[in-house]
């Protein structure tokens, strides 16, 4: 099978070549010739050599079109040019059908700020800020620069015209606290200042009526009491609290308790021989943050207790008084500490406050 060549465009020697013998000379025709080959293919083509080399340069063609025009005798060359074309639009097609399909098929974006697992090794952009950074420094902190707590003078038990009087001995407790951190306006929203709670309230009195009988008197104050002054919640005493004006400034507060309990020497025709009684509470020092009274920040705290015991010479017959025949009384430190301790304080009315006749608000029983 003869292959056609590929026409040498721009040589003259060679077009004449080719058309020569593409295109036979008719010998029955007279042809004029030239003596020169580049005149005799200028002649042939209707130019002269002159025009075909002051012809300007044809424009670049596109390449398929070039080949669709030189081979019009190959219909399948086009023809699968064109399948070609056609085949790589129904891939475009389908590429782009498939990237929808995928689009659609993509979970919602999430827009909590939880971090999803997949990118558990990666939780910078979800972690909780450094110690350092400005939002942790923001946090006002406190720390105790003293806390110091004692018992002072004596345990008492007088009797009087009509009652016995049982005073402990008085409780003191003096202490202070830096506010660091934050900023003045933030320490600002703090106070510092002390909370007492009454956990154990148990006393019981003795006495005897005309007929010889024996009665007892009991009062108790049953669970966490709260102790202090009625509506001044959640403090001890409000004149004892010191409010913060700015960071990195120490304050100091004090908190000082002498528990007394009036015990009647008689009630109707009933007169007192003996009684004992026993209190236990716990304070704390703490600060704590403007309309937030339910969430102290506990710095220290002291348990304590007091209790008594005696009998008298009052009663019925012959050589009766108002006088004590035996006395026994004991006020104690017990357990203190740094934070909150073990005990969970009551910061809520209504408070324990002495009462000034016990035991009319007692229970009477058959000893």
Not at 133 to 146: C, E, Y
Not at 151 to 172: H, K, M, Q, R, W
Not at 183 to 206: F, P, R
Request: net charge positive; aromatic share 8%; hydrophobic share 30%.
């Amino acid at each position: 099978m003869h292959e056609r060549k590929r026409r040498e465009r721009g040589n003259p020697v060679a077009e004449k070549a080719r058309s020569d013998a593409d295109f036979p000379p008719n010998h029955s025709e007279s042809m004029p010739r030239e003596s020169s080959p580049v005149a005799a293919v200028g002649t042939r083509f209707g130019r002269t050599a002159t025009q075909m080399l002051e012809a300007k340069p044809r424009p670049a063609e596109n390449p398929v079109q070039r080949q669709e025009e030189a081979a019009p005798w190959k219909p399948a060359v086009t023809l699968q040019l064109h399948e070609n074309k056609r085949l790589a639009r129904a891939g475009e097609e389908k590429g782009a059908q498939a990237k929808s399909i995928a689009l659609q098929r993509l979970p919602e974006r999430k827009t909590s700020l939880q971090t999803p697992k997949s990118q558990e090794k990666g939780k910078e952009r979800f972690s909780p800020p450094p110690s350092n950074s400005p939002l942790q420094r923001a946090a006002v902190t406190f720390t105790s620069t003293a806390f110091n707590t004692t018992l002072g003078g004596d345990d008492a038990i007088t009797p009087g015209a009509n009652y016995v009087s049982v005073d402990s001995e008085t409780f003191d407790m003096t202490g202070s606290a830096q506010a660091t951190g934050g900023t003045n306006v933030k320490a600002q929203q703090w106070t510092l200042g002390t909370i007492q709670t009454l956990y154990k309230d148990s006393e019981l009195n003795y006495y005897k009526d005309s007929k010889g009988t024996t009665w007892k008197s009991v009062y108790s104050v049953s669970g966490a009491t709260r102790d202090g002054d009625q509506g001044q919640i959640p403090w001890y005493d409000n004149g004892d609290c010191r409010a913060y004006t700015a960071t990195n400034q120490t304050r100091a507060t004090a908190l000082d308790d002498q528990p007394y309990s009036p015990i009647p020497w008689e009630v109707g025709d009933k007169r007192l021989t003996r009684s004992s009684g026993t209190m236990e509470f716990c304070m704390w020092m703490i600060a704590l943050k403007n309309g937030d009274e339910k969430n102290p920040y506990y710095l220290n705290y002291q348990e304590w207790t007091t209790g008594w015991s005696f009998t008298t010479n009052y009663g019925y017959g012959t050589g009766v008084s108002k006088t004590l025949a035996t006395s026994n009384q004991n006020t104690a430190l017990t357990n203190n500490g740094v934070g909150k301790g073990g005990r969970t304080p009551s910061l809520v009315d209504p408070v324990a406050n002495t009462k000034a006749d016990r035991v009319v608000a007692s229970k009477w029983q058959k000893a």
